[in-house]
């Protein structure tokens, strides 16, 4: 029955989807084709995610998307969205660190940090710092599509000269109307009680769907959101982090480690020849001698033949027991499998998971797979190649007893190797251009089952899995768009009904005074 209902969902979903895109080419394409940036249009009638996100947003009511995505549509074209790059950025902005992405709160959502005694209100700069947070907003949306952001406000040390509400309405609008779906939480941390009334007047600005998602922190409340790992000394956390610039510190990703010890990775090609390890605690445990670790060299003529038979066997003993994937990511140089997570668990048959590489391109393929936790994973092989129509499988697994988390993320880069032959990874890392690099990220999902372990409580029939949430969060905004609907339709009979009756007591007067009229006239002059 349920299987039932979700698949009529799904056609539901999927009709409301081509519903959109017919009216929105009749009703605003038709009109003027300069309105909006042809790349927005293009990606609106072939990526089915974008039209359900704007589609989630406004409750299922086409009319609504539709006026939605008109909005959205112009203000990118405005902005430049799509063009928005570091160079077109003043400079100034990203060093001053007032806007920035860094850290995931308890949920595995991504923080997008607002410092907020770093702004300083100025009619002159409103249109770049404008633009300065699409930059962030647009980066983060082709990094990890789909992924909703956590927004804190840092008040901390900040006043009136601070707040500039044309700003602030400016960055609510961004996720009210703009990026649909991409607000999971916004918390103002350490608000100054003279704010009050300016943050009055920001919660009327939003809309019901996202009044909800405000909260309210003092430095003593905000770990119940944000773990101490991602949280500043001065909120009370341990996390390290420094803002700097350049680079842009939004890249966790850091090499892992191989089960046979480090990988050898193009940084390392950076330091000095002969340097040791830049982790003490990785060169202690893995480099227990002092035998150098050579750069890694494939030769596809040669090492392929040889080492076939080998890897073969190899491979079956290391995918043993590791969780295989169900969905396909489609890549320009290489298919990815799975599409968006690795799934891990507790149980000793939930500590590993297969990703499978599909190189769809005609020449070799160089990959290497990162991630934010390198402490926590081993991954085999984490660097190497893979040949035209070959596959590859990498087996990620959770090293002694270390937890997955949500907030742990996975980078796949992959390029193009036009010279096939003996060539090192590392100086072919180090040497290829970034325009030529393919990257795809993964998530992880930590599975249900892992949490009945510690609390046996959670054994009951109301606790349900992520297909459940996802079929109730589905079912409920049916709900909610049906009775927006009945809804609409009640103000239309009441519009009717008030008619009626203004036409009624008309009717009604004129009467009265047809009598009158008449009774005047029969009297005897």
């Given at each position: 029955m349920a299987e039932i209902e979700h698949h009529e969902g799904a056609q539901d979903l999927e009709k409301k989807i081509e519903e959109t895109r017919q009216r929105f080419k009749n009703e605003f394409l038709q009109d003027s084709t300069d309105k909006y940036d042809s790349r927005d249009v293009e990606r609106l009638l072939q990526d089915d995610a974008v039209v359900e996100g704007y589609l989630t947003w406004r409750i299922y009511v086409v009319d609504d998307a539709l006026k939605m995505i008109d909005e959205s549509f112009q203000?990118?074209?405005?902005?430049?969205?799509?063009?928005?790059?570091e160079s077109t950025i003043p400079r100034w902005m990203f060093e001053t660190g007032a806007v920035f992405l860094h850290g995931y709160d308890k949920e595995g959502n991504k923080l997008f940090w607002f410092k907020v005694k770093l702004h300083v209100k100025d009619a002159k700069t409103i249109l770049d710092k404008k633009k300065y947070v699409a930059f962030w907003l647009?980066?983060?949306?082709?990094?990890?599509?789909?992924?909703?952001?956590?927004?804190?406000?840092?008040?901390?040390?900040?006043?009136?000269?601070?707040?500039?509400?044309?700003?602030?309405?400016?960055?609510i609008n961004c996720f009210k109307v703009y990026y649909p779906k991409f607000l999971s939480k916004m918390i103002i941390v350490d608000m100054p009680w003279?704010?009050?009334?300016?943050?009055?007047?920001?919660?009327?600005?939003?809309?019901?769907?996202?009044?909800?998602?405000?909260?309210?922190?003092?430095?003593?409340?905000?770990?119940?959101?944000?773990?101490?790992?991602?949280?500043?000394?001065?909120?009370?956390?341990?996390?390290?982090?420094?803002?700097?610039?350049?680079?842009l510190p939004d890249d966790d990703f850091q090499t892992p480690i191989c089960d046979n010890g480090p990988i050898v990775s193009e940084d390392e090609t950076e330091s000095k020849e002969g340097e040791p390890e830049g982790k003490d605690g990785l060169e202690s445990s893995f480099n227990s001698t002092e035998v150098a670790v050579k750069p890694k060299k494939v030769n596809?003529?040669?090492?392929?033949?040889?080492?076939?038979?080998?890897?073969?066997?190899?491979?079956?003993?290391?995918?043993?027991?590791?969780r295989k994937p169900l969905t396909t990511f489609k890549g320009l140089l290489l298919d990815v499998s799975p599409s968006e997570e690795l799934s891990f668990g507790s149980g000793e048959t939930e500590k590993k998971s297969l990703i499978i590489l599909s190189n769809?391109?005609?020449?070799?393929v160089a990959f290497k797979v990162r991630t934010t936790a390198p402490?926590?994973?081993?991954?085999?092989?984490?660097?190497?190649?893979c040949?035209?129509?070959?596959?590859?499988?990498?087996?990620?697994?959770?090293?002694?007893?270390s937890q997955a988390s949500p907030q742990d993320r996975f980078l796949v880069m992959a390029a193009e190797m036009e010279n096939v032959g003996s060539q090192e990874l590392p100086q072919f890392w180090k040497e290829v251009p970034k325009t030529k690099i393919m990257e795809h990220r993964l998530r992880c999902h930590v599975l249900e089952g892992s949490k009945h372990t510690v609390s046996p409580l959670r054994d009951s029939p109301v606790e349900m899995g992520s297909n459940g949430q996802q079929e109730l969060s589905t079912a409920l905004m049916r709900v909610m768009a049906c009775n927006s609907r009945l809804e609409q339709k009640l103000n239309s009979c009441l519009w009717v009904q008030k008619v009626l009756v203004g036409l009624v007591l008309i009717l009604v007067v004129l009467n009265v005074m047809c009598l009158f009229l008449l009774g005047t006239s029969q009297q005897p002059s």
């Open positions: 203000w990118r074209k405005e902005f430049g969205v799509n063009d928005l790059s647009e980066r983060y949306a082709k990094k990890e599509p789909g992924m909703p952001l956590t927004v804190v406000f840092d008040m901390s040390e900040s006043g009136l000269s601070n707040i500039d509400m044309e700003f602030v309405k400016y960055i003279i704010m009050n009334a300016a943050w009055k007047i920001v919660k009327s600005w939003l809309g019901p769907e996202a009044i909800s998602k405000l909260k309210f922190a003092t430095k003593s409340e905000i770990p119940t959101f944000i773990g101490l790992e991602y949280l500043p000394p001065h909120m009370g956390g341990t996390d390290p982090f420094r803002y700097s610039y350049p680079p596809f003529l040669e090492d392929s033949l040889r080492a076939e038979d080998n890897d073969k066997t190899d491979t079956n003993a290391r995918i043993k027991g590791a769809v391109t005609k020449n070799q402490e926590k994973y081993r991954v085999k092989p984490s660097s190497s190649s040949e035209p129509g070959a596959s590859v499988d990498i087996v990620v697994s959770l090293h002694g007893g």
